[in-house]
């Protein structure tokens, strides 16, 4: 293709009449433009408008070669060139939305004069091309408040339902502005310098993400191999709807453990134990949770990922409990250690005040978006190339069709709540770090948490997890007291003395700490056996930490044990660490992380090239 055929390809994206036109260059598309919407080129007006539209045509030519240009030298830039490059571009949009808010002026004056009576304003509303143009320029992204779009012509909306006219959005169960900007900064903030490489599609809740995720990948008969702990929905997802013969009939296996050695015996024996549905033709999949619920406990996601996509298999991450901040686990550099798809609730740490319910799938683009009748030839994550279809992406598989979307104000609140994430988290690793440390300290008290020193994951979460920081996450309980002297009713009592300081709610993920007995609520769903074997006991307390200062927290659970606890059990109290001593591991923890925080930061001679 001549340097002039790409020239009026790129041209013709602008034609009411992209698909079918007969223009030989742009003069013939303007021409042809004016004629489709019955304005005479030789008149006045024509003329006028038709100057207009050939302005626009180069226009686009030259916005698509500044895109070339862009991507084909922004990493070999100076930083000073990238800084006056991007406040270039970004004037020419307000130069645009100029042009096009003086448009508005005719545009205004042609449509009143095509109302006969003011009830027919009435009944339209306000037309919703006018005075939505300084919306382009919120300082947040704009809530679209809104079911349905207006379309350009036949031809665009044609495009649009094939998904090759980003700019038309049809219907907001499928898109909307302020989803796709969350679904943008998401991966931004996941992916880092990656996020070229990758979509996201933003769903309802966090358990519409996962059952989104299953249902695009897993078949009838598939095999599921899951690590063991597992949010009790998603527990119940897999094991009573996935695994249920007359549903889909999929074998859900379930690994112990943390560690590579751990998930390779368990794929061993699955492989034994699912042999004739594998010689069949069925799948095998990866489903993990890292940091995992209730405990908190971090699995080696990268060597898991190797060991799986070496062995050809697909691997899905939810990572809801550490968030991007402390487990971005798309910025590894070996696309071997990375998971095919990653699941974050957006209701816990990301949106952070548990005012609202959304969840996130993320994933390589090919295997989330392709046009409608193509297909992309894309490396997988061994290097090899591998084809994909249209049909074979999540968006046309199972988003388009669905309907478990994001609307417009949940994703307004999620995004103005990451805006805090990175502190939140940070002064929450802190306090678990206390509260864990301080609470081990007690004898008759079982702390589970990677940030106790000879805990069996404090090793791997310190090697994988960012500056070694635990997440916010923990279990304690009192087994080795209670079939003695405590008792299952004054245990029931010290929980329920908890509130105010903690709160008796069932999430995680809130700026205020909350505490509940995952056997009661969040895994209810597992059977006596499921619990056991998950490390759950009917005394298991799982603290979600808040951004409180711990000291208080830990008075309250001190005032708690003495009202129900300490007289049924004297001394109990005074396994306790001493104030002082509290005093000084909060100080010399806050001191610690945040010392570790700074020097982890780009230097000032970094961020200045």
Partial sequence: ?????????????????????????????????????????????????????????GANMAAHELWRLTVSELAGLDPRDRVARFNAKRFLCFQ?????????????????????????????????????????????????????????????????????????????????????????????????????????????????????????????????????????????????????????????????????????????????????????????????????????YVLDVPGICRLAHEAGLTVICDATVGTPILQPVLQRADPLERPDFVIHSYTKDLAGSGTTTAGVCIGRNERMFIPKGESVTAPGPDGRPRTHRWDDSLFWNVYYVKGAFLDADKAFEVINGMRTVELRVLNKCINTLVLARALAQHPAINVCCSAVAGNENHALASERMFLGLPAPLFTMDFETALGTSIGRHAFQRFFDSLEPA??????????????????????????????????????????????????????????????????????????????????????????????????SRPRMAQLLG
Avoid at 161 to 170: A, Q, S, V
Avoid at 539 to 561: C, F, N, Y
Avoid at 568 to 591: I, K, N, Q, S, W
Wanted: a negative charge.
């Fill in 1 to 57: 293709m001549t340097t002039d055929d790409q020239d009026l390809a790129l041209a013709r994206e602008l034609s009411p009449r992209r698909n079918t036109t007969e223009a030989t260059d742009v003069a013939g598309l303007v021409t042809e433009q004016l004629r489709h919407f019955a304005i005479e080129p030789s008149s006045e007006y024509g003329r006028r408008l038709g100057a207009l539209a050939a302005q626009l045509y």
């Fill in 96 to 296: 645009l939305a100029k042009i096009l808010d003086t448009l508005q002026n005719p545009l205004r004056k042609s449509y009143q004069s095509l109302l006969d009576a003011p009830a027919q304003s009435a009944v339209k509303g306000p037309y919703p091309l006018f005075d939505n143009i300084t919306a382009l320029f919120s300082a947040t992204p704009v809530i679209a408040r809104t079911a349905t779009y207006m379309y350009a012509c036949t031809e665009w909306v044609e495009d649009a339902f094939k998904g090759r006219e980003p700019l038309l959005e049809i219907y907001s169960r499928l898109l909307n502005p302020t989803s796709i900007s969350l679904a943008n900064h998401i991966v931004d903030l996941e992916a880092g310098p990656l996020s070229g490489e990758y979509l996201a599609w933003n769903f309802n809740s966090g358990m519409a993400a996962i059952d989104a995720t299953l249902a695009h990948l897993v078949g009838y008969q598939d095999v599921v191999l899951s690590s063991r702990n597992v949010y009790g929905g998603t527990y119940q997802l897999l094991h009573d709807w996935y695994g249920k013969q007359s549903n889909l009939d999929v074998a859900v296996r379930w690994f112990d453990g943390f560690t590579v050695e751990s998930f390779a015996a368990a794929l061993a024996e699955t492989r034994r134990e699912c042999a004739a549905r594998l010689a069949a033709g069925r799948h095998v999949y990866v489903y993990l949770e890292s940091p995992c619920n209730p405990h908190g």
């Fill in 502 to 599: 903690f709160g008796l709610q069932v999430t995680l993920g809130q700026v205020n700490t909350v505490v509940l007995c995952p056997a009661l609520t969040s895994h209810s769903e597992l059977s006596d056996t499921a619990l056991r074997q998950a490390g759950i006991s009917p005394t298991t307390i799982r603290v979600s930490v808040g951004e409180e200062d711990p000291r208080t927290l830990l008075a309250h659970l001190m005032r708690a044990a003495e009202l129900a606890i300490e007289p049924g059990c004297p001394g109990f109290l005074a396994h306790f660490p001493a104030p002082a001593e509290m005093d000084r591991l909060y100080e010399d923890t806050y001191v610690d992380v945040h010392r570790r925080y700074a020097a």
